[in-house]
């Protein structure tokens, strides 16, 4: 069930009128039965499976907690990453194994044939990466002390597979939802807030728009031409489809997470921010503290600082930044091009701290210097793009060649029609993430709400019940 479609506004239509009208200490149990009946859409054996594997985590934390044995939460977090390795990595290792023992009945091609012979095939179920993500938090602030409450299975079920962020997060920890779910029992909220309403009706609104008119539009061209080969494009053209990718990779994923956040408005929850205007970056470490802020505070909490973070001395950071963003990269996707493009970041952030370490500033003061040091950022990102978007890794290979071969005279593939499309894109793109930026230029639009609001939310719906396409996926699901 997608979120922009009309079987998911009817559902939710359902729960959201059933969750106000209720006697308030039944609205957690309808909240957890939304839940798990969404997820079961996609899947009924996956989700009995996802209801396993978070039993299986509280149980065994609630015996960590109790007897405070190091192997006992070492298990649990063995489980989790062996769960995950397993239906996201299994071909991908065992293609590995393939080209170094050179067996042939290894390669993922030869080897998913066989399963599918057998009757069976490993796929990898929907939202693991997040999930799995968001059940190792919870088991790593308990040890930490970071989070003492004491929670009930019901609790605890609720705040992994609450909805509205269970497939492609926000991530979150369990102190930005697990409390206001504990405690909503004993202080209920009477009545929807209409404040939050509104945020909530605008946040779904942009979030639609974004999906809809930017990510599905762009995606069309972007996929269309991944599937031809990069040196049927000149340069140029190479550099606008990397445009169109990061163009429809923010609209798609901060789409879903402005969804998210409307939908947690409505039912009275606050659900974090995922993006803070990542394209007025300057810098890749100003990147981080502005893009998918929920998984760059996971790996910085649970997998850099653990490392030694930048304590170590200057070397080790470098090692820890590299480490961190590389299994970044691989959480991201079974591929060597998903592998590259973590490591890269990884190099980028590692030479910048050797540079700020020797007094070079990350916004110069210079402004010619601060030109020069933005467009390589802004090189370096593009040309990385590719690793995060090309069907293979010969075809990234190819499309970085073809992208500084600026000899090459090749007419293109791109239109010019498709190029103003892209372009266009961008620049709605730069306006939604400058008043991202700068929240209070908001105000203009929510000082006529009350008419504004019905009007671009009925505009929507008719849109998006002629629309003749099937709705797409969003990007991130596939993780």
């Known amino acids: 069930m997608l979120f922009v479609t009309l079987s998911f506004l009817i559902f939710f239509i359902i729960v959201y009128v059933m969750y106000w009208t209720i006697v308030p200490k039944y609205r957690m149990n309808l909240l ?48 989790n990453i062996g769960n995950l390795v397993f239906f996201k990595y299994f071909y991908f290792f065992a293609n590995m194994a393939s080209q170094l023992l050179g067996l042939e009945f290894l390669e993922e091609a030869n080897l998913r044939s066989l399963h599918k012979l057998a009757g069976y095939e490993i796929i990898l179920p929907l939202g693991i990466s997040f999930y799995t993500f968001q059940i190792m938090a919870y088991g790593f602030d308990l040890k930490r002390g970071s989070y003492i409450r004491n929670h009930s299975f019901k609790e605890v079920l609720l705040f992994i597979t609450f909805f509205p962020q269970l497939i492609a997060g926000p991530i979150m920890r369990a102190t930005e939802l697990l409390p206001a779910i504990a405690d909503y029992e004993s202080y209920p909220i009477k009545e929807p807030s209409l404040e939050k309403i509104k945020l909530g009706l605008w946040y779904i609104l942009i979030g639609v728009m974004k999906k809809l008119f930017i990510a599905d539009r762009v995606g069309e061209i972007l996929y269309s031409f991944v599937a031809t080969a990069p040196t049927d494009h000149n340069p140029l053209g190479i550099w606008i489809l990397c445009i169109a990718f990061i163009v429809m990779l923010y609209s798609d994923f901060s789409a879903y997470s402005d969804l998210a956040r409307g939908l947690g408005f409505l039912l009275g929850f606050t659900i974090p921010v995922n993006f803070r205007a990542p394209f007025f970056m300057y810098c890749f470490t100003e990147l981080w503290k502005r893009w998918h802020l929920t998984f760059a505070y996971w790996i910085r909490d649970y997998i850099f600082i653990p490392l030694g973070g930048s304590k170590e001395g200057e ?104 190029i103003e499309i ?31 609001l019905p009007i671009l939310i009925l505009i929507l719906f008719v849109a998006i019940t002629q629309m003749e396409n099937p709705k797409k996926d969003f990007f991130y699901f596939q993780f």
């Open 32 to 79: 957890l039965a939304s839940s798990i009946f969404f997820y079961s859409t996609w899947s009924i054996s996956f989700t009995i499976h996802f209801i396993g594997m978070i039993a299986v985590n509280y149980y065994l934390l609630e015996v960590y907690k109790a007897r405070k044995q190091e192997w006992i939460f070492y298990l649990v977090q063995t489980i």
């Open 422 to 452: 892209i372009l266009f894109c961008f620049s709605v793109v730069l306006a939604l993430q400058w008043l991202e930026l700068r929240p209070d230029n908001f105000a203009i639009f929510q000082r006529g709400e009350n008419f504004l």
């Open 315 to 418: 070397w080790r950071l470098y090692r820890n930044l590299i480490i961190t963003f590389t299994l970044g990269g691989l959480w991201h996707g079974a591929s060597y091009t998903f592998l590259t493009w973590g490591f890269l970041m990884g190099i980028f952030l590692s030479a910048e701290a050797f540079l700020s370490k020797r007094g070079y500033s990350e916004l110069p003061a210079n402004p010619i210097l601060r030109v020069i040091r933005i467009s390589i950022v802004w090189i370096l990102y593009l040309s990385t793009g590719v690793f995060f978007f090309a069907p293979n890794w010969t075809w990234a290979l190819l499309a970085i060649k073809q992208m500084f071969s600026f000899g090459v005279n090749i007419p293109g593939l791109l239109t010019s029609s498709q």
